[in-house]
């Protein structure tokens, strides 16, 4: 293209960048969403995505509500070579292990940091704000920047690790 941009749909962008890259044969798998079950016993539906990109393919798994969506992401990246459904078995596993961990427990004051005093989860932006106003997802909970704020203001005085990481990547 001669300095635009061509927005394309999963399959055609995954043919078009298999094709440069020369992946002959490369086959775009398709999964059907699952239902897992959290720690909580709160039901959690997610979609998946494949995609391709130069070095590598990535699974990406989405939680839906009410067919948007919201709440927990979790993603892998292998070869393109690699197995899809062993991806996907990965991915899951990474799922499972992450739905299994709670870090809020709800009070009478509200959300509260757990006894194990660690916090995981991911940085969003708040739909609700025009102006991109961070947000954090934990336990699959959007959690506003001033729920946050509320959140820590409990340990005033306490030292913090903030590490990020990215979201293929286990925290």
Not at 32 to 39: A, F, G, I, S
Not at 69 to 77: D, H, K, N, S, T
Not at 113 to 140: K, W
Request: proline fraction near 5%; hydrophobic fraction near 40%; charge should be negative.
């Amino acid at each position: 293209m001669d300095g635009g941009y061509l927005q394309l749909c999963g399959r055609c962008f995954d043919e078009a960048a298999a094709s440069h890259f020369g992946l002959y044969g490369f086959e775009r798998v398709v999964f059907e969403p699952v239902r897992m079950v959290d720690k909580r016993s709160a039901e959690h539906e997610f979609q998946f995505r494949t995609r391709l990109f130069g070095p590598g393919m990535a699974i990406d798994a989405c939680e839906l509500r009410d067919g948007s969506p919201a709440g927990y992401e979790f993603q892998v990246i292998g070869e393109p070579d690699d197995d899809p459904l062993e991806l996907l078995g990965r991915l899951i596993g990474k799922m499972r292990r992450a739905l299994a961990l709670t870090h809020l427990e709800d009070t009478d004051h509200g959300p509260q940091v757990n006894d194990r005093l660690i916090l995981r989860g991911t940085v969003d932006s708040d739909p609700a704000e025009g102006h991109r106003i961070p947000m954090v997802v934990i336990d699959g909970r959007e959690i506003s920047w001033n729920e946050l704020g509320r959140l820590v203001a409990a340990f005033e005085g306490w030292q913090f690790k903030l590490e990020f990481r990215d979201r293929s990547e286990e925290v």
